[in-house]
């Protein structure tokens, strides 16, 4: 409603962000809003309206990869995370691996609590079992490749992929001796376009996933790609 006045709008149960019976009121946080997540909240299709700030006491779900929150001030206070890249195989027409799901920010100043994390560790295209089993353009037979190729002692190498200067890529799969050796997925994506001030009181993790064990590799490491006047870490 473009006549409405923006107000506190908090969740009052858990499900999907476009759902309004979990809000407060009845209705949608719309432009201008002050948002509090007392609840697990997934966001999905276009993204948040403007609003005014943003917190989370509970965890907020990304879903999708062009779906932003969008918010003046954003304060992370509980999880913030996305699931993991659905492709399995190039897309047959742009002939690409297309990822699906990454945390995108859109404000003017992000606070990351401490103890509390963006975190989309294992989130990345997943490792299958023996390459080229493993998903993902830096797949290999033994760990996988993202900014600098992947490691592997005697077999291939996974391939180096993405821009160093705007990391945006999900890591790759990490590749294994055989299915027996399940090897473990890549992180996740995670891009922050700030106006002003970035402060990371906790942290902002996309590893890729570890293993116990031989005969498997790691999938490769994330992107974190943030974007703002001021950024400030712990130390």
Known sequence: DPGRDPTNV???????????????????PGPGDSVTLNH??????????????FSNNATLTFSGWNTPLVAEEVAINATVTHPVQSATAVDPVTGEWEPDNRVWIVCSNLTVSTGKAVDVTGK?????????????????????????RGGSSSRTLGLAYGDPA????????????????????????????????????GRISANGLSYNG??????????????CRTLTVPG
């Open 10 to 28: 908090s969740t009052v149960a858990a499900g999907s962000w476009h759902s309004p019976e979990i809000w407060s009121g009845g209705a949608v």
């Open 40 to 53: 697990p909240v997934t966001l999905e299709g276009y993204g948040t309206s403007p609003l005014a700030s």
């Open 124 to 148: 990345g295209y997943k490792g299958k079992g023996a390459a080229p089993d493993a998903c993902g353009p830096g797949r290999g037979y033994g760990g996988g490749g993202y900014g600098g």
């Open 166 to 201: 705007a990391p945006l890529d999900p890591g790759s799969g990490g590749g294994s001796a055989g299915l027996s050796y399940p090897a473990t997925a890549g992180g996740g994506a995670v891009r922050v376009d700030a106006a002003g001030l970035v402060r990371v009181d």
């Open 214 to 227: 031989n005969y498997r590799g790691v999938g490769s490491g994330r992107s974190v790609y943030i974007t």
